[in-house]
């Protein structure tokens, strides 16, 4: 990526990541929040903020023309005059697509509500909406607890809107192009065999690594774990203020976990080899999976490597204290290589390393958008699901505004898109998503993930051993199902 593209690209999305909006507004309505994401329990799918900015219709037009949607089939206007309340975390999607509202209120004749809020805040009100059966809420965003969700009954199907004439035409909406792992994960992650929601971000695991360092210890990217360790000695052992490596040690199911998941399918392992029975938390690919990224972090990472957030490894970068890491193509790229990175110009991506005798199987992580059971307005919510995860407003968001996490293979195909981005993000990315192979959240992942990583934490702590923390992880799960 030339230094011109990447400031571009990065002119608010560098500078904004922590930033956020709160509270409730209208339409395309920008409100000025608190900046912060209220969790401190590390439990976020991938952490992030609704920074950065989009090119709106300051001018009093709109801003995607109503013609790139004129060709569907779809009645738009059949419920003029009604409202809908969406409820949401502080996360770039959000004011990403703010700017572009107005074009489908004035499309259906909907007024959008919008509630955003830190993201522990709104985990707990959106809980509270579905269990006691408030129905505030028409559209809200969906994480890792939704087959906890699904399986209460709190979250509707969207099957039955697909197959409504009036509300969806697919040969307008092309379904296929969305990623796979997006289309899987808005099927309950492989647990559901109907639509828990619509996929709208997407975060792939790549690999960043520092140029400037590269080069001056004549390394070469790596390809297989084994090289990777490799890289991280040498920095580790030839630098005296930066550490060879860095990742998540924290414990939370988006935290520590988010990254061994990786690991542990590239060395053939999987979550569950037999629902809910056999957890495979302590078979030998999790066991080698866990000892490499344990050995790693104790060997070349940073003291107190087990209480390092998502955005503890972003700082760490930032300010040029480690030589490499692997995580979020999509949250990280932006604040690795805009204004708060003391080495913006120096950071390359790269797929994400693997067994030399394993598979290329990066972990993704997918926001989606669902419909509650008791939500008073469920057919106005599937409209704005359809138009906000279509490709006209899409690839606006990304070719227009600072977006960098579709969930559409077309947009990261886009010329003008990669233009914008960079060759070398875009395809890395492309390449990513099209291999990636996410986490499938059961019903209780939050609960048996949580302990799974904690004992991970333990591990990492040097308070017990790689294989004695999954033996323990494995037993914990499983016991969960059985009581």
């Known amino acids: 990526m030339t230094n011109s593209n990447r400031r571009k690209f990065l002119k608010a999305t560098g500078v904004g990541l922590l930033g ?28 992030g903020s609704d920074g950065g900015t989009s090119t709106s219709g300051s001018d009093g037009e709109l801003a995607i023309p109503l013609s790139e949607y004129e060709d569907a089939d779809i009645d738009w206007r059949q419920f003029e005059g009604s409202s809908i309340n969406i409820g949401a975390v502080q996360h770039p999607w959000v004011s990403a697509i703010k700017p572009a509202v107005p074009v489908f ?11 955003v809020l830190p993201e522990q805040q709104f985990r707990t009100k959106r809980q509270t909406d579905v269990s006691t059966g408030a129905g505030q809420f028409d559209v809200f965003y969906m994480d890792q607890v939704v087959n906890q969700f699904r399986e209460e009954g709190w979250i509707q199907p969207l099957d039955p809107f697909f197959d409504d004439d009036s509300l969806f035409d697919e040969d307008w909406y092309e379904p296929d192009d969305l990623f796979e792992a997006s289309r899987w994960q808005a099927h309950g992650g492989g647990y559901s065999d109907t639509w828990t929601g619509m996929p709208i971000t997407v975060e792939v695991q790549t690999q960043f690594y520092r140029e400037d360092l590269y080069d001056k210890h004549d390394l070469e990217v790596a390809e297989t774990l ?33 990254i061994l998941n990786t690991f542990l399918r590239q060395n053939g392992a ?19 999976a866990a000892d490499w990224y344990v050995s790693l972090l104790q060997d070349y990472g940073p003291e107190g490597a087990s209480t390092q957030t998502w955005s503890d490894v972003l700082s760490t ?16 790229w932006p604040g690795l290589t805009g204004s708060d990175s003391s080495v913006a110009d120096n950071i ?80 890395v990315t492309l390449e990513s998503l099209q291999a990636a192979a996410p986490d499938p959240f059961d019903r209780r992942y939050p609960e048996w993930g949580q302990r799974y990583s904690e ?19 494995a037993s914990i799960a499983e016991d969960i199902y059985s009581n």
Not at 25 to 33: H, N, P
Not at 278 to 288: A, E, F, M, P
Not at 317 to 332: C, K, P, T, Y
Not at 358 to 366: C, E, L, M
């Open 105 to 115: 209120e004035e499309l259906t004749g909907i007024d959008v509500v919008w509630n």
């Open 20 to 47: 956020g909006l709160a509270g409730c507004t209208r339409g395309g309505d920008s409100s000025g929040g608190d900046g912060s994401d209220g969790s401190s329990d590390g439990s976020d799918g991938s952490g």
């Open 270 to 288: 999987e979550l569950w080899d037999s629902f809910p029975d056999d957890s495979g938390l302590d078979s030998d690919g999790v066991i080698n």
């Open 317 to 332: 970068m930032q300010e040029g204290r480690a030589g490499h890491i692997v995580s979020d193509a999509n949250l990280f």
């Open 226 to 258: 084994e090289e990777f360790r490799q890289n991280a000695q040498t920095i580790h052992e030839n630098e005296s203020d930066v550490v060879g490596t860095v990742g998540r040690g924290d414990k939370g199911y988006g935290m520590n976990i988010y």
């Open 348 to 427: 390359g991506i790269a797929k994400a390393p693997s067994p030399a005798d394993g598979q290329f199987s990066p972990n993704a992580f997918n926001w989606q958008i669902s419909t509650s059971k008791n939500a008073q307005n469920s057919e106005q919510a599937f409209l704005f699901m359809v138009w906000a995860s279509s490709q006209p407003t899409n690839t606006w968001m990304h070719v227009e505004g600072d977006a960098a996490f579709s969930v559409r293979q077309s947009v990261w195909e886009n010329d003008e898109f990669r233009s914008r981005v960079g060759e070398n993000f875009a395809q």
């Open 455 to 473: 004992e991970l934490q333990r591990a990492i702590a040097g308070q017990k051993s790689a294989e004695e923390a999954m033996t323990q992880a």
